[in-house]
């Protein structure tokens, strides 16, 4: 046998299988690798919870805080206690930041299925309510900048009135004044600012409604939401009044303005006849004087003077057979900024015929009968003359007093609108009593007062009409941004009083024609009153304002003058015009006591309006007249494409067509959106 070297040489009773303790030892190095992975595994998962646990804990520490501060602030910006209002507002951004740090630290979620959803939303409304905090934070600075004027007056007069705590406008001294409105000229850079934020503040809250009711997120600033609301509307208030303040507080010197009484009893296309105005010189806010007059007296000054040819337009020469354009009858434009205008100048110039000094007017404020009773229900019943004067009656009465009274009281003529001047110093005087703790209803009462186009202002300044112009406060005729326009304006032509009982109804249809859309806007009068000493036939020159391009087709319902001149019912002739970018249809028409009359104008809209439906999307803006009473709007709109939304919504019946239909009351300008 034999062997291999190697085989030869081992010992006797050696084994050659391979020796035990060499795999034994590999065994045991394996079971410590496996070990020290579990445990490094182990401690970095324990390192894991604990960096959640501490984002999490941040995050709930954090809001838990900032929802307590922000609820503190909320009852003292109501308690106006600014100084702590920003001590809490400060808290808030405090635990805020602790909270978004926290969300930072789990940034990671984001990236997971559902979870990262929640984790967006949540991190949505972080963002939202430090944005809320900012824009309070500012508010308060502004909101502390001014009342710390009005409290300076309040210590001004405190030691002349021991006790004072709420100190009307009218007893500031006049320092205190300039200085309150210079302070709130000045602010208008940061009051701008702050109206950006709050409008993207308020879009970011609106991240809570899709949360599907998160526990905690929504009572964490729910609480607050409120009154970020309130200060928004606030602020879009304030943003205007204080591009204005500089003018019509007079701060640069002497202001005087006119005061337009627009008599919307018998209305006219700037809001109503002008039977009544003043002259108001304000300086530093401070009211230097005030003086009214009959506008027939100022018209009586260049009567049968030769020199003075103002012409009128063409439809008061027609029907109130008046070539000569008096004061009285300046109220034409249905802008009120161009009406206002027209009657500065004729003002002016009937002064200046006559030889007198024309006075230097700034600006004008006009404000309609219906105004004039929101006023009085504000302040409360006025008594001048042994007559009381409150919200209901005072159209009335004012009326009665001018035209039947006087006579009866053996007043002259020419004095007997001197009580229209009494009443507005007396209501002048009750609104600069008020005290400081109701500014904030004043100002709504005005804002309602724009939007309802029942008070309007004008400025000769062109920064200042422009601020006005933004705002809405103008009256201005425009069709901004809107594919198609309607404005229906009624002229009373010698019809007394009668447009409180003259209901309208405005019926507004389009449909496919020639390739683009035929409109029809058919106005329907309805006279529910009966002849007396303030109510006759109704006489109106009806002007639509249309896009402009549009084409006039046909007119039915109009007439050359009224029944009792007219008898055979010969249509009256359509002047077309163009001005403020539209397209003008005018004609005149007459209604009886008891009857209705319907004025239908047809007319080709222009290609803009085809091109608008085509491209996908409508807008209707309808406008309202300044001074007339609430219009019943009926639309019945046939694109021939199928409707996919609409603004305002139809009713859901009305679904599934090309047409949109809507009913609504045109007491403010509405527009209307559908979407192909």
Not at 147 to 162: D, F, G, N
């Given at each position: 046998m034999f062997l291999e070297p190697s085989q030869a040489q081992l010992p006797p009773h050696h084994h050659t299988e391979t020796p035990a303790a060499p795999p034994v030892f590999l065994?045991?190095?394996?079971?410590?690798?496996?070990?020290?992975?579990?445990?490094?595994?182990?401690?970095?998962?324990?390192?894991?919870?604990?960096?959640?646990?501490?984002?999490?804990?941040r995050i709930v520490n954090g809001a838990l805080a900032a929802r307590t501060a922000l609820t503190l602030a909320k009852t003292d910006i109501a308690d106006t206690d600014f100084e702590q209002a920003e001590t809490n507002l400060a808290l808030a951004h405090e635990g805020l930041i602790e909270a978004q740090s926290g969300a930072s630290m789990l940034k990671f979620t984001s990236y997971i299925p559902w979870l990262g959803a929640r984790y967006n939303a949540g991190v949505a409304v972080l963002d939202a309510t430090e944005k809320t905090v900012d824009v309070l934070e500012e508010a308060i600075g502004i909101a502390q900048d001014i009342y710390s004027v009005v409290a300076e007056a309040r210590s001004t007069l405190a030691w002349q009135e021991p006790g004072a705590a709420d100190t009307p406008i009218h007893d500031l001294p006049v320092?205190?004044?300039?200085?309150?409105?210079?302070?709130?000229?000045?602010?208008?850079?940061?009051?701008?600012?702050?109206?950006?934020?709050?409008?993207?503040?308020?879009?970011?809250?609106?991240?809570?409604?899709?949360?599907?009711?998160?526990?905690?997120?929504?009572?964490?600033?729910?609480?607050?939401?409120?009154?970020?609301?309130?200060?928004?509307?606030?602020?879009?208030?304030?943003?205007?009044?204080?591009?204005?303040?500089?003018?019509?507080?007079?701060?640069d010197g002497d202001r005087q303005f006119l005061l337009m009484f627009l008599n919307d009893t018998e209305l006219r296309p700037t809001g109503g006849f002008l039977g009544t105005y003043g002259l108001l010189v304000i300086r530093d806010g401070d009211m230097k004087s005030l003086t009214t007059d009959d506008?027939?007296?100022?018209?009586?000054?260049?009567?049968?003077?030769?020199?003075?040819?103002a012409p009128s337009p063409a439809p008061i020469v027609k029907y109130l057979?008046?070539?000569?354009?008096?004061?009285?009858?300046?109220?034409?434009?249905?802008?009120?900024?161009?009406?206002?205008?027209d009657a500065i100048a004729l003002l002016r110039q009937e002064i200046a015929a006559s030889g007198q000094p024309a006075p230097q007017v700034h600006g004008a404020f006009g404000m309609t009968t219906t105004f004039?009773?929101?006023?009085?229900?504000?302040?409360?019943?006025?008594?001048?003359?042994?007559q009381t004067y409150t919200s209901e009656n005072a159209a009335d009465l004012l009326e009665f007093q001018v035209e039947i009274a006087f006579e009866q009281q053996g007043i002259l003529r020419a004095d007997r609108k001197d009580i229209v001047g009494k009443l507005t110093n007396a209501l002048l005087d009750k609104l600069l009593e008020v005290p400081s703790s109701r500014f904030e209803e004043v100002f709504a009462l005005l804002a309602e007062g724009f939007a309802k186009k029942e008070v309007a202002l004008y400025s000769a300044d062109s920064g200042t009409q422009a601020v006005?112009?933004?705002?809405?406060?103008?009256?201005?005729?425009?069709?901004?941004?809107?594919?198609?326009?309607?404005?229906?304006?009624d002229a009373n032509m010698a019809s007394l009083k009668s447009d409180p009982v003259v209901k309208r109804t405005v019926n507004y249809a389009i449909?496919?024609?020639?390739?683009?859309?035929?409109?029809?806007?058919?106005?329907?009068?309805?006279?529910?009153?009966?002849?007396?000493?303030?109510?006759?036939?109704?006489?109106?020159?009806?002007?639509?304002?249309?896009?402009?391009?549009s084409e006039f087709i046909s007119v039915t319902g109009s007439l050359a003058n009224d029944a009792i001149r007219n008898p055979q019912g010969t249509a009256g002739a359509v002047t077309t015009e163009s001005e403020f970018g539209l397209t003008s249809f005018g004609t005149f028409t007459s209604v009886e006591p008891g009857q209705s009359r319907t004025l239908t104008f047809t007319y080709q809209l222009p290609a803009s309006v085809t091109t608008a439906v085509a491209a996908g999307s409508y807008t209707l803006r309808m406008l309202k007249q300044i001074g007339a009473d609430p219009r019943d709007v009926v639309l019945r709109l046939d694109f021939n494409h199928a409707l996919r939304?609409?603004?305002?919504?139809?009713?859901?019946?009305?679904?599934?067509?090309?047409?949109?239909?809507?009913?609504d009351t045109l007491d403010t300008n509405k527009e209307y959106r559908v979407n192909f």
């Amino acid at each position: 046998m034999f062997l291999e070297p190697s085989q030869a040489q081992l010992p006797p009773h050696h084994h050659t299988e391979t020796p035990a303790a060499p795999p034994v030892f590999l065994h045991a190095k394996r079971k410590r690798g496996r070990a020290g992975f579990v445990i490094v595994g182990a401690f970095v998962l324990v390192i894991f919870l604990a960096y959640v646990g501490v984002g999490i804990t941040r995050i709930v520490n954090g809001a838990l805080a900032a929802r307590t501060a922000l609820t503190l602030a909320k009852t003292d910006i109501a308690d106006t206690d600014f100084e702590q209002a920003e001590t809490n507002l400060a808290l808030a951004h405090e635990g805020l930041i602790e909270a978004q740090s926290g969300a930072s630290m789990l940034k990671f979620t984001s990236y997971i299925p559902w979870l990262g959803a929640r984790y967006n939303a949540g991190v949505a409304v972080l963002d939202a309510t430090e944005k809320t905090v900012d824009v309070l934070e500012e508010a308060i600075g502004i909101a502390q900048d001014i009342y710390s004027v009005v409290a300076e007056a309040r210590s001004t007069l405190a030691w002349q009135e021991p006790g004072a705590a709420d100190t009307p406008i009218h007893d500031l001294p006049v320092e205190v004044k300039r200085t309150l409105f210079t302070r709130l000229a000045a602010s208008l850079p940061s009051l701008r600012t702050m109206q950006v934020r709050l409008d993207l503040a308020t879009e970011d809250l609106a991240t809570f409604h899709e949360l599907s009711g998160a526990a905690g997120i929504d009572d964490l600033i729910a609480p607050f939401e409120t009154v970020l609301v309130k200060l928004k509307t606030g602020v879009d208030f304030l943003v205007p009044f204080a591009g204005i303040t500089r003018e019509f507080t007079g701060l640069d010197g002497d202001r005087q303005f006119l005061l337009m009484f627009l008599n919307d009893t018998e209305l006219r296309p700037t809001g109503g006849f002008l039977g009544t105005y003043g002259l108001l010189v304000i300086r530093d806010g401070d009211m230097k004087s005030l003086t009214t007059d009959d506008t027939y007296a100022v018209d009586a000054l260049v009567a049968g003077n030769p020199a003075y040819t103002a012409p009128s337009p063409a439809p008061i020469v027609k029907y109130l057979e008046q070539p000569i354009w008096y004061f009285r009858d300046s109220t034409w434009s249905p802008d009120f900024g161009a009406g206002a205008k027209d009657a500065i100048a004729l003002l002016r110039q009937e002064i200046a015929a006559s030889g007198q000094p024309a006075p230097q007017v700034h600006g004008a404020f006009g404000m309609t009968t219906t105004f004039l009773s929101d006023l009085l229900e504000f302040v409360g019943p006025l008594t001048v003359d042994g007559q009381t004067y409150t919200s209901e009656n005072a159209a009335d009465l004012l009326e009665f007093q001018v035209e039947i009274a006087f006579e009866q009281q053996g007043i002259l003529r020419a004095d007997r609108k001197d009580i229209v001047g009494k009443l507005t110093n007396a209501l002048l005087d009750k609104l600069l009593e008020v005290p400081s703790s109701r500014f904030e209803e004043v100002f709504a009462l005005l804002a309602e007062g724009f939007a309802k186009k029942e008070v309007a202002l004008y400025s000769a300044d062109s920064g200042t009409q422009a601020v006005l112009d933004d705002a809405g406060w103008s009256g201005k005729v425009s069709q901004g941004t809107a594919a198609d326009v309607l404005m229906v304006v009624d002229a009373n032509m010698a019809s007394l009083k009668s447009d409180p009982v003259v209901k309208r109804t405005v019926n507004y249809a389009i449909a496919p024609h020639n390739g683009g859309f035929q409109a029809t806007a058919a106005i329907t009068y309805k006279h529910e009153g009966s002849f007396d000493w303030k109510t006759s036939r109704y006489r109106t020159y009806t002007r639509i304002y249309v896009p402009v391009g549009s084409e006039f087709i046909s007119v039915t319902g109009s007439l050359a003058n009224d029944a009792i001149r007219n008898p055979q019912g010969t249509a009256g002739a359509v002047t077309t015009e163009s001005e403020f970018g539209l397209t003008s249809f005018g004609t005149f028409t007459s209604v009886e006591p008891g009857q209705s009359r319907t004025l239908t104008f047809t007319y080709q809209l222009p290609a803009s309006v085809t091109t608008a439906v085509a491209a996908g999307s409508y807008t209707l803006r309808m406008l309202k007249q300044i001074g007339a009473d609430p219009r019943d709007v009926v639309l019945r709109l046939d694109f021939n494409h199928a409707l996919r939304s609409a603004v305002p919504a139809e009713g859901f019946s009305l679904w599934g067509d090309d047409i949109y239909d809507a009913t609504d009351t045109l007491d403010t300008n509405k527009e209307y959106r559908v979407n192909f």
